[in-house]
């Protein structure tokens, strides 16, 4: 079974397509990790932007998030998040695409 996460940031007023921007990078960055099995960024409505990841495990999702990239881009991203919505940490039993 593969680990997935799945959440909703709320971007600030305004910020939503620059947050959906960072968050592309983020998947342009792992894009050479051979654990991160998908990374799926989408919007909903005017201000949320969803992401669905899967990898190989959890240590590896863990890992991903002490790359210098990956936590240049987090530092950029920070600022134009209002909130969270929904958050789900997930057991990936399979599928299309896994």
């Known amino acids: 079974m ?3 996460f799945f959440a909703t940031f ?5 910020a939503r397509d620059a947050l959906l921007r960072h968050l592309l990078d983020a998947a342009v960055a792992l894009a050479d990790d051979p654990a991160c099995l998908q990374y799926v960024v ?10 669905f990841e899967v ?12 790359r210098e990239d990956i936590r240049a881009i987090v ?3 920070r600022p134009l998040i ?10 990936v039993a399979g599928g299309k695409g896994v």
Do not use: K
């Open 75 to 77: 530092n950029a991203a």
């Open 42 to 51: 989408s919007t909903s409505g005017d201000a949320d932007v969803c992401v």
């Open 2 to 4: 593969s680990y997935g």
């Open 82 to 91: 209002a909130g969270m919505g929904s958050q789900a940490r997930l057991n």
């Open 10 to 14: 709320v971007a600030a007023e305004g």
């Open 55 to 66: 990898w190989s495990d959890e240590a590896a999702h863990d890992a991903s998030l002490q």
